[in-house]
């Protein structure tokens, strides 16, 4: 298959449904194949068979993770179906709303190990490989949420700025090591995130004025396909109905990613 990541292997978390679904059918038009993870393997199977339509392959791997014993598994999944992967998309994660009287330790940890913990059991299961070999690409989907704190969103903005912390140290170990560490921080975005919790409603109008999931998935393909000698390290997307502010997000419900 031609395109500029024929021959390239991508994996992508949360890829059910969203961004992470989007981003999975980018990379696979762009000629990669992918390693699609999730909990719900109904939503997979459907994904697949898009990618396969598209003439990529696709592995489905369901799975939880922020569980490493799931994470084992993927890795093991992963390089016994294509031997290596070469672009690894952090892309799960949850929200709620609230404030620190409202929202309880049980929400911290779904949150902080979905959002979090994720990210570090799948960098660390798939960077030390691309470190090794010495070409890597580690694509972080966070939101702006993680470049300013938004009111009510006190432990998914913290999940954030711990996502870029991370992302900002293990570039000093990627980069001399030819691997690219790359962040992609959407505003609001027009995906089913708050649904679940009662921060947004289906179908209110102030959804159509975000961004789309594929607006984010063809960042991600913007990341994944810089030249060789090049590298971009953060990719900050605000939908049109947004400032740059940090009190932006006060006007919408739900208005990070």
Same mark, same amino acid.
């Given at each position: ?8 292997t991508a994996?992508?978390?949360g890829?059910?449904?969203g961004i992470?679904?989007?981003t999975a059918?980018a990379l696979?038009r762009e000629g990669a194949?992918?390693v699609?993870?999730?909990r719900?393997k109904s939503?997979l199977?459907?994904?697949a068979?898009?990618?396969?339509a598209l003439?990529?392959k696709a592995?489905v ?8 014993a799931?994470?084992d598994?993927? $890795? #093991?999944?992963? @390089? /016994?179906?294509f ?6 998309v952090? %892309?799960?994660? +949850? ?6 009287s409202t929202l ?6 779904w949150?902080m190990?979905?959002?979090?913990r994720?990210t570090?059991l ?9 470190i090794?070999r010495?070409?890597?690409s ?11 704190g ?5 432990i998914y903005?913290?999940t954030?700025f $711990? #996502?870029m912390? @991370? /992302?900002?140290a ?6 001399p090591n %030819?691997?690219? +560490?790359s ?7 027009n995906t ?8 947004r409603t289906?179908?209110?109008p ?12 063809e960042a ?9 000698k090049s ?6 997307m605000r939908?049109?109905?947004e ?6 997000g006060v006007h919408f419900?739900g208005a990070?990613k």
């Open positions: 298959m031609d395109g500029r990541l024929a021959g390239k994996l992508v978390t890829a059910g449904k992470g679904r989007a059918l696979a194949n992918v699609i993870t999730s719900t939503d199977d459907t994904l068979a898009e990618i396969d003439g990529a592995l791997v369901p799975a939880d993770v922020s569980n490493e799931d994470v598994r993927l $890795a #093991q999944d992963s @390089f /016994a179906a031997g290596q992967v070469d672009i690894l952090n %892309n799960a994660g +949850v929200g709620k709303n609230g404030t620190v309880t330790t049980a929400d911290y940890d949150i190990n979905t959002n979090m994720s570090w799948c960098t660390k299961a798939f960077m030390p490989p691309m090794e010495k070409n890597g580690i694509i972080f989907v966070s939101s702006v949420a993680g470049l300013n938004l009111p009510n969103e006190p903005c913290a954030k $711990a #996502q912390g @991370f /992302a900002q293990i570039d000093y170990e990627a980069y %030819n691997v690219k +560490v962040v992609v921080a959407p505003g609001g975005t089913n995130y708050g649904f679940y919790n009662g921060t289906p179908g209110d102030m959804l159509e004025e975000f961004h789309e999931s594929e607006d984010v998935a991600v393909v913007f990341a994944a396909t810089q030249p060789p590298r971009v390290f953060m990719v900050w939908p049109m109905n400032s740059l502010g940090a009190g932006s419900k990070a």
